[in-house]
């Protein structure tokens, strides 16, 4: 074991810990967190001539934009190896065989990774296969200790991580009136591809199929989504409108969820309930395969049995034909009133079972199995663009322009990385953004700035 060496007195050790910087250095290697090789990375702070630890010519096109969810640290970069374009996400660590350490090489969000960018590449061994490496510490233009004052300095803050693009000169030109008409008509044209699209499915699956299953993907959140669509695409919607046993059985049984009465402890008056699903679901189980990554982690108020019970809720209020009885809505309502009784019709409280957890626990305090975020999100990306790709197939021109308007008038949309991301590329300065309200106007700029990124012009 080689010697280790303190560095810092007891004072400087507090400030490292709060300003994130190393305490310790091993023979003549610097060792500090991660988040400063993610800025230097981010910033450029690296000579113009770069070489890859396999001899190839490396030139940074664009660093790509820092990730602040899930996945590699960096997405959409753009780099030239050997004269060649390549694109797609980075991946940053101190040393190479963290890659393996951190798990991966068994993550599906890391398989299109175009670099692996460490601090030190000596351990040369642990380099993942097929993924080139860049060892940063050859050719940094700033010290360490430059680069990590100046972060205790300014605090790096996030518009330094997402920086401003080029067209946002352009855009602070422009008066608030048509900067929300630009980016307005962007989210009526994302709108419009989204009911071309609804239009195909419903012509494929039918009107209340496609309801159902994208009522069930909106259950379910970014990690378990796709499962929730998953289980509602295996599970055709005329076997849930018969008992509910039956519904419960196929609906957890598939997904894993149905508690066994033998090993957990179920609540006295879940107990039958739960025994009849178990007779129901020995019935039907070899039809249907296992859906797996619904259970993902979350907040006790997005439990995937409780979603799932929102989801068998809010069918049962719509009577099993959720497509039909919500165009009839959107054909008869105003287009001023259309979000209000939308929310509405969405709206189970009534039905009860705001303490709903698992059926062996209930939560401390009553919460809304679907809440009114969730609703206005349901409304937006799903009902509006799902009409909309009804009225399509029926050529109803009027329906389309009443849809349109209601879309514009549709209210904001949860903030979320995506329109954070989107805002701080183009506008300036970004507490401009509080003039651009509306679901249109901010999946305009969500979808402006995305395919900017696909372009690689940022």
Not at 112 to 139: F, S, T
Not at 288 to 309: L, Q, W, Y
Not at 324 to 340: G, T, V
Not at 420 to 437: D, N, S, T, W
Request: charged fraction near 20%; aromatic fraction near 12%; glycine fraction near 6%.
């Amino acid at each position: 074991m080689n010697q280790t060496t303190y560095l810092h007195t007891q004072q400087d050790v507090l400030a490292s810990i709060f300003n994130g910087f190393s305490l310790v250095a091993e023979e003549s290697s610097v060792y500090f967190q991660e988040y400063i090789l993610q800025v230097i990375w981010n910033e450029g702070f690296l000579s113009e001539e770069l070489l890859l630890e396999n001899g190839q010519k490396l030139e940074v096109i664009h660093p790509g934009v820092w990730n602040l969810e899930e996945g590699p640290d960096f997405k959409d970069a753009c780099l030239s190896i050997d004269g060649q374009l390549y694109h797609g996400p980075v991946e940053l660590h101190l040393f190479p065989q963290q890659w393996f350490q951190h798990g991966h090489q068994y993550d599906s969000n890391y398989k299109n990774v175009i670099c692996h960018v460490v601090w030190d590449a000596k351990e040369h061994q642990y380099m993942p296969e097929g993924i080139p490496v860049l060892q940063v510490k050859k050719y940094l233009t700033k010290s360490i200790d430059d680069v990590s004052a100046w972060v205790n300095q300014t605090g790096y803050p996030y518009g330094e991580k997402v920086k401003p693009h080029k067209l946002s000169e352009y855009f602070a030109t422009l008066s608030d009136t048509k900067l929300t008409a630009r980016f307005e008509a962007v989210g009526i044209t994302v709108f419009m591809e989204k009911a071309r699209c609804f239009a195909k499915a419903i012509q494929g699956y039918g009107l209340d199929t496609v309801m159902y299953r994208k009522l069930s993907r909106a259950m379910g959140y970014k990690n378990n989504s796709d499962s929730f669509e998953s289980m509602a695409t295996q599970i055709p919607l005329n076997e849930l409108s018969g008992e509910k046993e039956k519904a419960f059985a196929l609906l957890l049984g598939t997904t894993g969820l149905l508690p066994d009465p033998s090993i957990q402890p179920t609540l006295p008056k879940y107990k039958n309930f739960i025994l009849n699903c178990w007779q129901e679901w020995w019935k039907y189980r070899n039809y249907f395969d296992s859906i797996n990554g619904i259970a993902a982690k979350g907040r006790p108020f997005n439990h995937p049995t409780r979603r799932i019970f929102a989801l068998y809720l809010l069918l049962q209020k719509l009577s099993f034909k959720p497509g039909q009885i919500l165009f009839d809505l959107a054909q008869k309502s105003a287009p001023e009133k259309l979000e209000s009784y939308s929310l509405d019709v969405l709206d189970i409280s009534a039905m009860g079972y705001l303490n709903f957890y698992t059926f062996s626990k209930e939560l401390n305090q009553c919460g809304k199995l679907i809440g009114q975020e969730r609703r206005h999100d349901i409304y937006v990306n799903i009902l509006l663009p799902l009409w909309a790709g009804k009225a399509l197939l029926e050529k109803d021109v009027r329906l389309i322009n009443k849809l349109q308007f209601a879309y514009r008038l549709a209210g904001p949309i949860q903030m979320n990385v995506d329109l954070k991301e989107g805002i701080h590329h183009l506008i300036e300065p970004p507490a401009r953004a509080r003039c651009l309200k509306g679901a249109a106007i901010q999946q305009g700029i969500m979808h402006l700035n995305r395919g900017l990124q696909k372009q690689s012009l940022l």
